[in-house]
Structures are given as C-alpha cells and as structure tokens.
C-alpha cells in the first residue's frame, strides 16, 4: 500500500529564511510519481511539482528547490529567502502506476507561517 | 478549460438530510477524484473513477456516503443521512494520464448542524 509522511506539522520562520519541508513515502511500485502542492489561506490547492521514480534530478524553479532521494524514499521541498506569501499548507502526493489502478494519496500537509 | 468544477461551494444542512455535491471534471481528463478535507485528518481519498467506473471506493467512511459518474462529464456524491462529523471541505480533482497532476475544484464546504 501507498503512504506518504509529513512528519512536520507546522513551521514557523521569519521572512527570508530557507525552510525545507520534508516528505517520506512509501510504495511497493518501482514506477510512481511524486507531487507538491500549495493550499494557500484562499483554500484552492495549486499543483507545484511533479517528479517520476525514473527522474532523480534535483529541480530549481526561482526559490523552491526539490531533492528527490530514491534511496532514502524522500522528496523535500525547500523554500529559499521565505516571505510572506510562501504562507500556506504544503501537501506531498504520490501515485502508484498499476494499469487502471492510480490512487493518488497525500500525505497530511505542513502548515508553513512566514512572519514578518 | 473552465477547470473543475464544484457546487455548491457550501452547504448547510441539518443532520438526517440528505446532501449531494457535485463536480465536473476538466473535459477529456479520463480520471476523478473525490478527497475530504479535515483538519485531523488531513486530505482523504474517498473514491476514485477511471473512465466513469469506481476503481477505489476503500476510503469512503461507511455506507451513507455513495459516489456515481453517469458520464464523463459528472460526477456526485451523496451522504444520506448526514451526521455533523461529516462536516469537512469535500474536493473533487480530475486528471488526464495516471503520471499527470490532478487538477482540483475550488472545494464544497459542508456544515452539518
């Protein structure tokens, strides 16, 4: 069975701070996907980032950075220079790939607080 | 693409009512989702359809939740009776391909009092 594992709650930095976000998952499938999303205080949940099992290249996009680590089942996320805008639940997900069958399940979010 | 989507975006109902959200999906997206949201519980997946047919339906919490996809284009579900735990942000999100991001509706907000 798929699982994945924000062991963080909730995190709180001051703004321009680096914070990394970690996630943990775990699956029996040799391809999967991994994903982060944004739920902002509006509610609506944004998708950030997806990664395949097959892709173990670290990604850059302006400040987040994303380590993909195989051998220790982990995806993190990492937020350079914070602000106040960063402020938001961040959701991890994976999906199995297994012909029809594509549950996607997400981990149960860190609330990330960027103070001023 | 209009996106996904919800409605209502919320709902208040007494409990033993019978309530139903609805979603359609991002058109040509063969994939749908139906998560609950809960501040203990975080975003659950409830059931999921691939091609209007139910292919997981282990999260959906007992037998007074039901889901349906007439077409492709559809998609309901229904708690009947009601009880006031199942007051939670319900999420429907559709997706193309099974190695694609889901796309999610802007989310029902359902209170049950």
């Known amino acids: 069975a798929q699982k994945v594992t924000q062991a963080q709650t909730e995190i709180s930095v001051v703004e321009k701070e680096d914070v990394t976000l970690d996630c943990v998952y775990e699956t029996r499938d040799t391809t999967y996907y991994l994903f982060w999303y944004k739920q902002p205080p509006s509610g609506e949940l944004v998708f950030l980032i997806r990664r395949n099992s097959f892709d173990e290249q670290n990604e850059i996009s302006g400040r987040y950075s994303w380590n993909f680590q195989k051998s220790t089942s982990s995806f993190n996320f990492t937020i350079t220079a914070s602000q106040v805008v960063d402020s938001a639940v961040y959701f991890c997900a994976l999906s199995e790939v297994t012909g029809a069958n594509s549950k996607l399940t997400f981990g149960k979010g860190i609330t990330l607080s960027v103070r001023p | 693409d209009a996106g996904v989507i919800q409605s209502p975006r919320h709902e208040v109902t007494e409990m033993g009512q019978e309530v139903t959200l609805r979603c359609k999906p991002i058109?040509?997206?063969?994939?749908l989702f139906w998560y609950r949201q809960t501040m203990m519980r975080g975003l659950e997946l409830l059931i999921y359809f691939n091609n209007n047919v139910p292919i997981d339906d282990s999260g959906m919490p007992e037998d007074r939740f039901s889901a349906k996809m007439p077409n492709a284009s559809f998609s309901t579900l229904k708690i009947q009776p009601s009880e006031p735990r199942d007051s939670a942000v319900y999420f429907c999100a559709s997706r193309s391909q099974d190695y694609t991001e889901a796309f999610f509706g802007q989310g029902t907000r359902l209170t049950v009092v």
């Open positions: 058109s040509g997206h063969d994939y």
